[in-house]
């Protein structure tokens, strides 16, 4: 295994590690899954270098949006849930309560 790979297989296991095991509160949860896509996405990104092919280096824009769209639509809810709860404490959320 090269030590590219290692330092990327790290990064993931890391930030799942971190989500897996932090769950207090809800922003330290979306930086673990930002982490999460900036290390799939440098890894995307340094296959499609490697592989010289026109089909594969669409694949880090791809996920780059999808990252973006998750970082936004991540943000527009702890807002929402600061607003409502008066904190982002994910213990204090009910999902059966509206």
Do not use: Y
């Not at 949860?29 to 990104?45: D, K, Q, R, V, Y």
């Amino acid at each position: 295994m090269s030590p590219i790979h290692f330092i990327l297989s790290s990064t993931f296991l890391l930030s799942l590690t971190g989500l897996a095991l932090n769950r207090s509160h809800l922003l330290s949860a979306l930086i673990c899954l930002e982490g999460m896509m900036l290390s799939l996405f440098i890894a995307t990104s340094l296959w499609s270098m490697t592989m010289t092919s026109l089909n594969c280096s669409i694949m880090p824009m791809i996920l780059l949006t999808f990252s973006a769209c998750e970082a936004s639509s991540g943000l527009a809810l702890l807002v929402a849930t600061t607003r409502t709860h008066g904190s982002d404490m994910l213990k204090n959320l009910n999902l059966l309560q509206c």
